[in-house]
């Protein structure tokens, strides 16, 4: 026997739509029948085609609403745009704020915290004479990641109430405040090579490492993440001009022979026009194109850890995905039923509005103002007392100083942009979470790398400049590159994020194996060139 025949659930929808018109009718529009007369005397029967237009016109003036309403989609949006172009927002929280609850939710809001007693036992150290420097620094390289996650959990209330787009900026902004404190310590103890390398490390430690964590946490449980393309790509690009202008005086100063003090004034000339530009920049995010960063990307649902009863997943009902009963038989029949009304209440239950699921502050501003800088505090003595004890590190501990500077210091002076990052990619906020990588990287490339040109030469530090070591511009280059192509499509999956996290060890293993070649082989070489003395090639011939 065949299966009996379904109704079609569209059809059920529209008759039940009609008998519901049908009924829903006031008296004034019966009109009589069987040919009595009508308002005007004259027989239905005559002016029956008439009235029956007289009914349908009365039905459609009566569905409408005769006072004009308002463009709600117009309104939403002129709103949205003035709740974006304010500058601070206040913010009514849940539980009110006492001094114990700020006080928990500072010092003990998350584990990492349990490193804050690193950071007094770092500063008291480094006054007792018997205790290595090895030891200085590396108890105060731990202080500084509890204190870079204090003064992202800062920056992140603050941007809470200036909107996602300033307080992306704000997050790159004071995310980097700790590369920048560690590289003008650096630089005043005339330390160009850690300077120069760890401004390089954090661009690639941003780009490949902390995006590539976004991609690849926020892309575990949904197929696909997207973001503004427009914001990405315009980053992007800002990131190759500054890949640009660190290659051309690299390539000027390694062709020639030229003297350094002409490669500083190529550095600075260069380094007022990236400033330029990253005014420039602030000015097309904030003002002109502000409209562009404030467009929220498509939102991803995540997909449950456990499927339905029926064997479908989620949701499937929603989007269509029903059984088919003369297939499946009886069990399906009962099952597409239930499909058939969870359609049919769905098609016609009006959509509920969308609400904006505000997060909850979890600090009073002020206190977050204060701990903003107190950490920051802390960081300067810290980062002081760590810069002093590289020397010991590269000279006894078998490390070099590029590999510090390329691959360890920037995992500390990241650590904030990290754990923020990767938090918001895994809430689907890619906007926050590509502004926090991207951002803080072209951050770094066109304002920390410019300023700290012009901080040397206030210091009357020439070899401060843009020319930087053939490695890590190469490497930069590929990473630049890497990273337009991913993101150009204005999508990503965590595919993408093991690419950027896998060729981020590619680069730690050949700054490993690269600087321990040139400590061990490439610095004789050179003394021994430069004294006239010499040397044999590996081939067995003699200079």
Avoid at 294 to 314: C, H, I, T, W
Avoid at 356 to 377: K, R
Avoid at 516 to 530: G, K, N, S, Y
Wanted: glycine residues 8%; charged residues 15%.
């Amino acid at each position: 026997m065949g299966a009996k025949p379904q109704s079609d659930p569209w059809n059920e929808i529209e008759s039940q739509r009609g008998i519901a018109e049908s009924k829903v009718e006031s008296p004034e529009d019966h009109s009589p029948t069987n040919g009595s007369p009508g308002p005007s005397g004259e027989p239905e029967a005559e002016n029956g085609a008439a009235n029956a237009g007289d009914g349908v016109r009365r039905r459609i003036t009566k569905d409408r609403d005769p006072t004009p309403r308002p463009n709600t989609e117009q309104s939403d949006s002129v709103g949205k745009e003035k709740k974006q172009r304010t500058f601070f927002k206040h913010i009514e929280p849940k539980e009110p704020f006492t001094v114990r609850n700020q006080i928990q939710r500072t010092l003990f809001g998350s584990w990492i915290n349990i490193l804050l007693i690193a950071a007094p036992a770092g500063i008291a150290i480094n006054y007792v004479h018997f205790v290595s420097r090895v030891a200085v620094f590396v108890v105060n390289f731990i202080a500084i990641v509890p204190l870079a996650a204090m003064l992202s959990f800062a920056t992140e209330e603050i941007a809470l109430r200036t909107g996602e787009t300033l307080g992306g900026l704000l997050n790159a902004t004071f995310g980097n405040a700790v590369e920048l404190i560690v590289a003008v310590i650096a630089l005043a103890h005339g330390e160009v090579v850690i300077v120069q390398t760890s401004l390089i490390g954090s661009i690639l430690s941003n780009l490949l490492l902390v995006l590539g964590m976004c991609f690849f946490f926020g892309g575990l449980r949904r197929r696909e993440q997207f973001f503004n393309t427009t914001v990405a790509q315009t980053s992007a690009s800002l990131l190759a001009l500054a890949v640009a202008a660190v290659i051309v005086p690299t390539v000027f100063d390694i062709s020639s022979n030229t003297p350094q003090s002409d490669v500083a004034r190529l550095s600075r000339g260069t380094s007022l026009i990236l400033l330029f530009v990253y005014a420039g920049y602030l000015l097309f995010q904030l003002k002109t194109h502000s409209s562009v960063f404030a467009e929220e990307s498509q939102k991803v649902e995540a997909k449950p850890f456990k499927r339905s009863m029926n064997g479908l997943k989620d949701g499937a009902i929603a989007q269509g995905f029903v059984q088919s009963a003369g297939i499946m038989g009886g069990h399906a029949l009962s099952q597409q039923r239930t499909g058939n009304e969870k359609l049919r209440e769905l098609l016609t239950t009006p959509p509920k509005k969308e609400e904006d699921e505000g997060e909850e502050p979890q600090l009073h501003f002020i206190v977050a103002v204060v701990a903003l800088l107190i950490s920051t505090v802390i960081i300067a003595f810290c980062a002081e007392f760590m810069v002093d004890g590289i020397s010991a590190i590269t000279e006894g501990g078998g490390i070099s100083e590029e590999f510090v500077g390329l691959i360890l210091l920037p995992i500390v002076g990241n650590a904030a942009e990290h754990a923020t990052a990767v938090t918001v990619a895994i809430k689907d906020k890619m906007d926050l979470a590509i502004g926090v990588a991207v951002g803080s990287s072209m951050q770094v490339a066109l304002f920390v790398i410019p300023l700290l040109v012009m901080i040397g030469w206030g210091m009357g530090v020439d070899a401060m400049g843009l020319s930087f070591d053939p490695f890590q511009v190469a490497v930069l280059f590929v990473a630049v590159l890497l990273v337009n192509y991913l993101i150009a499509d204005g999508k990503s999956h965590w595919l993408e994020g093991m690419l950027l996290m896998c060729l981020y060890c590619i680069i730690a293993v050949c700054s490993w194996c690269m600087f321990d070649l040139i400590a061990r082989e490439v610095v004789p070489l050179t003394c021994l060139v430069l004294i006239g003395y010499p040397t044999d090639h590996r081939d067995g011939a003699t200079e």
